[in-house]
């Protein structure tokens, strides 16, 4: 377990020390002490937050109001920098499900939880009390990972998989980390342009354009946490000039680079998840087409590892 102290929050961090059996899951444990108030930097991958403890996590989430204990939000929590944590002392397991995966999870299409935060108990009902007890429970923090896999494994396999072409174009997008053009997707499947923004927002929840930024502002931001320029970052992911990486930056975070490269939320990132590496998280495995052929590695964006 790592500590990391930000003001007057303390946060105690572990990691299971085996992946998930599931391809496109990671996840990471937080004991939480302390009342500041964190900003939430929006993230390429659907949130699912398993509360167990004393306390209460709570997120403003601007005009939706607080929301209390156990929850699921779609890709892109946060945006537009309105989104803060609170709460003393917690205790959860927070797990990061790539759009793909969380649609056959989570029971529920991921496009009703674009930009909005749902309590698990609206989606699962006695299930999230279970889990909560039993989280509870647990005598180890690898116990509870073992649980929360456990359980997420049940819903995979009871769940409906997101169409092969969907997928293949979520992945697409990661591998070349939001730099392919929407058009050239839709010719690679076979569809129209229409047809894949319809289908694509109803099963990953955002619109394939607005999932190319999100994915790129997410490589952006982790390269500002390493400690690179803006300007280096803005050549070197896609950005027209700095100018631009700022106002994708202020969009989604609701902050300068500067500000985005000291966030508690993305400095703690690499300890919750060490040794992931800093690409979003996504399914492991080759890439395949629709018709079950492999996609070439690298640019055509095959085998990266999740974080």
């Given at each position: 377990m790592r500590t990391f102290v930000h003001g007057a929050a303390t946060w105690d961090v572990e990691g299971p020390r085996r992946p998930s059996r599931m391809a496109g899951v990671t996840m990471a444990g937080f004991r939480i002490r302390g009342p500041e108030a964190l900003r939430i930097v929006p993230h390429p991958a659907v949130t699912l937050l398993l509360d167990f403890g004393d306390g209460w996590p709570v997120l403003d989430c601007g005009p939706?109001?607080?929301?209390?204990?156990?929850?699921?939000?779609?890709?892109?929590?946060?945006?537009?920098?309105?989104?803060?944590?609170?709460?003393?002392n917690i205790e959860c397991v927070q797990v990061r499900l790539s759009p793909v995966t969380a649609h056959t999870i989570l029971g529920a299409s991921s496009a009703d939880l674009a930009g909005a935060v749902?309590?698990?108990?609206?989606?699962?009902?006695?299930?999230?009390?279970?889990?909560?007890?039993?989280?509870?429970?647990?005598?180890?923090?690898?116990e509870r990972f073992a649980l929360t896999d456990a359980l997420l494994a049940r819903r995979h396999r009871a769940g409906r998989p997101v169409d092969p072409e969907v997928a293949w174009a979520w992945r697409r997008l990661v591998g070349t980390r939001g730099l392919v053009r929407v058009d050239a997707l839709a010719a690679e499947v076979g569809w129209s342009r229409k047809r894949?923004?319809?289908?694509?927002?109803?099963?990953?929840?955002?619109?394939?354009?607005?999932?190319?930024?999100?994915?790129r502002f997410d490589h952006a931001a982790h390269r500002l946490v390493a400690g690179d320029s803006a300007a280096q970052v803005a050549t070197d992911t896609g950005y027209a000039d700095q100018s631009h990486l700022h106002r994708d930056v202020?969009?989604?975070?609701?902050?300068?680079?500067?500000?985005?490269?000291?966030?508690?939320?993305?400095?703690?990132?690499?300890?919750?998840w060490p040794g992931r590496g800093t690409a979003p998280a996504v399914d492991r495995g080759p890439v395949r087409g629709p018709g079950g052929v492999p996609v070439g590695k690298d640019g055509d964006g095959a085998d990266r590892s999740t974080r």
């Open positions: 939706g109001g607080p929301q209390r204990g156990s929850f699921v939000a779609g890709p892109g929590l946060g945006s537009g920098g309105e989104t803060r944590a609170r709460g003393e749902v309590p698990l108990g609206d989606l699962w009902g006695r299930e999230a009390s279970r889990i909560r007890e039993q989280l509870g429970d647990a005598p180890s923090w690898q894949l923004w319809s289908r694509f927002r109803s099963q990953v929840g955002l619109p394939p354009k607005h999932a190319a930024k999100l994915v202020a969009a989604f975070a609701g902050a300068t680079p500067a500000t985005v490269a000291g966030e508690p939320f993305l400095v703690v990132d690499d300890i919750a």
